[in-house]
């Protein structure tokens, strides 16, 4: 009984493992967390106000339900990858243009900084 069942969760993971292959985007995922970590960076060194965190973040909630709507039919083919990495570049392109505007927090009281007085 035990030697059957170990056969049968063997069979189940080996016909198991091409599913999850197709679907895995593991690319996709590492690029999501390093531009999330960009995001928490920016907040915790006054180069992105709270809104424009949260204006980031909903952005990058988009790309991940694309990425999770390219994986509901069980594969991502390589047009969905495309797709995705498009959206990753814009995504990651909104972060630098935030990142390096000139509202500030650097105070971190939620509030754009005023700009330094010029000379």
Do not use: F
Request: charged share 35%; proline share 3%; glycine share 6%.
């Amino acid at each position: 009984m035990k030697r059957t069942s170990s056969l049968l969760i063997a069979v189940l993971a080996i016909c198991a493992l091409p599913a999850l292959a197709q679907t895995s985007t593991p690319k996709v995922d590492q690029r999501q967390a390093n531009q999330q970590q960009r995001i928490d960076q920016g907040v915790a060194s006054g180069q992105l106000t709270g809104k424009e965190a949260a204006k980031l973040d909903k952005g990058q909630a988009q790309v991940e339900k694309k990425e999770a709507k390219a994986k509901a039919d069980g594969k991502v083919t390589p047009k969905e990858r495309e797709k995705l990495k498009q959206a990753q570049n814009k995504q990651s392109q909104k972060i630098r243009h935030e990142k390096h505007d000139k509202q500030q927090d650097l105070n971190h009281d939620g509030k754009k900084d005023a700009p330094a007085a010029q000379k």
